[in-house]
Protein backbone atom coordinates (compact mmCIF):
# COMPACT_ATOMS: atom_id res chain seq x y z
CA UNK A 1 0.00 0.00 0.00
CA UNK A 2 1.51 3.28 -0.80
CA UNK A 3 2.59 5.53 1.89
CA UNK A 4 1.42 9.04 1.29
CA UNK A 5 2.64 12.47 3.81
CA UNK A 6 0.90 15.45 4.89
CA UNK A 7 0.78 18.52 7.40
CA UNK A 8 -1.74 19.92 9.10
CA UNK A 9 -3.05 23.38 8.00
CA UNK A 10 -3.91 23.94 11.63
CA UNK A 11 -0.99 22.45 14.32
CA UNK A 12 1.20 22.11 11.74
CA UNK A 13 2.11 18.88 12.14
CA UNK A 14 3.22 16.60 9.61
CA UNK A 15 2.48 12.86 9.38
CA UNK A 16 2.39 9.84 7.01
CA UNK A 17 -0.79 7.89 6.17
CA UNK A 18 -0.61 4.50 4.89
CA UNK A 19 -3.98 3.80 2.76
CA UNK A 20 -5.43 1.81 -0.25
CA UNK A 21 -6.08 3.56 -3.39
CA UNK A 22 -9.66 3.40 -2.72
CA UNK A 23 -9.41 5.10 0.71
CA UNK A 24 -6.87 7.26 -0.54
CA UNK A 25 -9.78 8.22 -2.94
CA UNK A 26 -12.10 9.03 -0.62
CA UNK A 27 -10.20 12.30 0.01
CA UNK A 28 -11.47 12.29 4.38
CA UNK A 29 -7.98 12.92 5.94
CA UNK A 30 -7.99 13.72 9.21
CA UNK A 31 -4.89 15.14 11.57
CA UNK A 32 -4.09 12.18 14.06
CA UNK A 33 -3.06 15.07 16.80
CA UNK A 34 -5.81 17.38 16.48
CA UNK A 35 -8.38 15.52 14.26
CA UNK A 36 -8.59 18.62 12.07
CA UNK A 37 -9.75 17.82 8.27
CA UNK A 38 -7.80 20.87 6.88
CA UNK A 39 -4.69 19.04 5.95
CA UNK A 40 -2.24 19.48 2.72
CA UNK A 41 -0.91 16.61 0.96
CA UNK A 42 3.07 17.04 0.72
CA UNK A 43 5.15 16.40 -2.61
CA UNK A 44 7.18 13.80 -2.18
CA UNK A 45 9.60 11.05 -3.71
CA UNK A 46 8.94 7.65 -3.99
CA UNK A 47 11.01 4.48 -4.71
CA UNK A 48 9.08 1.10 -6.45
CA UNK A 49 10.18 -2.09 -5.50
CA UNK A 50 10.15 -4.57 -8.32
CA UNK A 51 10.84 -8.30 -8.72
CA UNK A 52 13.15 -9.30 -11.18
CA UNK A 53 14.33 -12.25 -12.79
CA UNK A 54 17.43 -13.12 -13.52
Same mark, same amino acid.
Given at each position: ????? $?? !?? #? /? =?????????? @??????? $?? !?? #? /? =?????????? @??????????
Amino acid at each position: MPVYE $FI !CE #K /C =KKPFTLTLKF @SEYEKKK $FK !CP #K /C =KSTKVRQQVT @SFQAITSKKS
